[in-house]
């Protein structure tokens, strides 16, 4: 099957790039004499830039991007009094160099590139969650577990540091991070999906992981809110008996992991109803009537 060169292909990446991200740009620009500077058609030809620079070698790349930079401060200028942001600028940047990159990595250029075009039509979407989704613990709990992962985990030495070679520093804080990583996907997946949905998955992706963390997990969380605690035992049973399912049932059994499937449905079909009859007031008792 006929491939293109690897200069063509490096060009078409590098001007779909400029495309994506500048008709994204055209429709953010406002109209009028208000409008913004760069639209799609100065995207184009920055991302174009980029790569026929980095064709021509490393003077060319460097003369290119003197010229992006400038445009991109020219544009700054132009739109500061009206809009502070640098947005746009950095996108005009960040385009030149992919257009840079399309002719060395192409599948990474293009990976980039839309992703850049999301983020950017993310706006809206993105302000919300900032200001109204995300709250400040939420914020600081996030950034908790960011610094346990990779601040404090590489730091950790990987060997045991007692005389019984039992107790591994890295390997007990790994411990530590999954036990936080899901707690982390299962209040994600309780307020996205609800406690009947979110929880049976943030247990089944936890259970593929590690069993224990997922149980030690659901296990604060149920101390944090009792009513929970019908699903989460359900939940906790099938995940103890993952692994003894996998060791101890014959290798002839070929539908192994279909009952599995179906026993974890069932289990959590049990624990979701004993969660509604926890949760559910009962009915009011009949009225009683009295003759007169």
């Known amino acids: 099957m006929p491939t293109l060169p690897v200069e063509l292909a490096g060009l078409a990446v590098a001007a779909g790039i400029g495309l994506l991200v500048g008709i994204e740009r055209e429709r953010s620009k406002g109209t009028g004499a208000a409008r913004a500077a760069a639209g799609v058609r100065t995207f184009l030809l920055l991302a174009l830039a980029?790569?026929?620079?980095?064709?021509?070698?490393?003077?060319?790349?460097?003369?290119a991007g003197g010229f992006a930079a400038l445009a991109a401060l020219s544009s700054y200028r132009y739109?500061?009094?009206r809009d502070p942001g640098l947005t746009t600028e950095s996108a005009m940047l960040l385009v030149y160099l992919l257009g840079v990159l399309a002719m060395q990595r192409t599948v990474l250029a293009a990976g980039l590139g839309v992703a850049v075009a999301v983020v950017l039509a993310s706006k809206s979407r993105l302000h919300r969650f900032a200001r109204q989704v995300l709250t400040t613990q939420e914020l600081h709990d996030v950034l908790l577990l960011a610094a346990a992962a990779a601040i404090v985990l590489p730091l950790l030495p990987d060997r045991s540091i007692d005389p019984w070679q039992a107790l591994n520093p890295r390997k007990l804080w790994l411990l530590v991070v999954l036990v936080m990583g899901i707690q982390a996907m299962g209040y994600v997946a309780l307020r996205a999906l609800g406690p009947r949905a979110g929880l049976a998955l943030a247990g089944l992706a936890g259970g593929f992981v590690s069993s224990t963390a997922t149980i030690a997990a659901m296990g604060e969380r149920s101390r944090e809110e009792p009513a929970l605690a019908p699903v989460q035992r359900g939940l906790d049973q099938v995940l103890e008996l993952l692994p003894i399912a996998h060791d101890q049932l014959p290798l002839h059994l070929e539908h192994r992991h279909t009952a599995l499937i179906l026993g974890l449905g069932e289990t959590h079909r049990h624990s979701v109803r004993s969660w509604s009859?926890?949760?559910t007031p009962p009915w009011p008792p009949p009225r009683q009537y009295h003759r007169g």
């Open 79 to 81: 739109s500061r009094a």
């Open 50 to 63: 980029g790569a026929v620079a980095q064709l021509l070698g490393p003077l060319a790349v460097a003369v």
């Open 277 to 279: 009859r926890s949760v």
